[in-house]
T-cell receptor
Framework: DGGITQSPKYLFRKEGQNVTLSCEQNLNHDAMYWYRQDPGQGLRLIYYSQIVNDFQKGDIAEGYSVSREKKESFPLTVTSAQKNPTAFYLC??????????FGPGTRLLVL | SQQGEEDPQALSIQEGENATMNCSYKTSINNLQWYRQNSGRGLVHLILIRSNEREKHSGRLRVTLDTSKKSSSLLITASRAADTASYFCATPKAAGNKLTFGGGTRVLVKP
């Protein structure tokens, strides 16, 4: 059953803590993306990767970091430098520069 | 401001009615995409229309593209309660496999 998965569904962060959001795909897609969505808003690009071992900053990369060691996986770390991390985080993948396939999202809340 | 901006921001209709939403963008594109997002979920790709196409249909969806006006419209015919969702247009950025999303139109279909 092919698709893109994200975990956990909900994540709580304490002040000063780094947390990592998981994104895995078995669609054999080269490109993967992380977006942030605030309530009632559209998506903003955090980071993207077009190939293994390579990634680029998106529009709002400050306070976030990523890695792309495997084609299937693109984890996102929300660091303590991100002062307003509460949001809905969406991961996506694509084979070409066209349709993106999205995971179910992770909601990050700050304690 | 964002590349794609939807209008209206919110729309409330009765089941069976048609829903129309518009998207405007600023720079030249080679395609435009529409996505749907149910509350608290990931985005689902609906339809992609290329710059050399003027109209495209998929089931109860009809998308138009006017490149001279840099605008697109999404029409949902004979709406159902299950069509209640947010709808986003997305356009590719100049380089890479990146998409820019608009702020979305929130559609409520009342039974």
């Amino acid at each position: 059953d092919g698709g893109i998965t994200q975990s956990p569904k909900y994540l709580f962060r304490k002040e000063g803590q780094n947390v990592t959001l998981s994104c895995e795909q078995n669609l054999n897609h080269d490109a993967m993306y992380w977006y942030r969505q605030d309530p009632g808003q559209g998506l903003r690009l955090i980071y993207y990767s077009q190939i293994v071992n390579d990634f680029q900053k998106g529009d709002i990369a400050e306070g976030y970091s990523v890695s792309r060691e495997k084609k299937e996986s693109f984890p996102l770390t929300v660091t303590s430098a991100q002062k307003n991390p509460t949001a809905f985080y969406l991961c996506a993948s694509s084979k070409q520069a066209e349709t993106q396939y999205f995971g179910p999202g992770t909601r990050l809340l700050v304690l | 401001s964002q590349q794609g901006e939807e209008d209206p921001q919110a729309l409330s209709i009765q089941e069976g009615e048609n829903a129309t939403m518009n998207c405007s963008y600023k720079t030249s594109i080679n395609n435009l995409q529409w996505y749907r997002q149910n509350s608290g979920r990931g985005l689902v790709h609906l339809i992609l229309i290329r710059s050399n196409e003027r109209e495209k249909h998929s089931g109860r969806l009809r998308v138009t593209l006017d490149t001279s006006k840099k605008s697109s419209s999404l029409l949902i015919t004979a709406s159902r309660a299950a069509d209640t969702a947010s709808y986003f247009c997305a356009t590719p950025k100049a380089a890479g496999n990146k998409l820019t999303f608009g702020g979305g139109t929130r559609v409520l279909v009342k039974p």
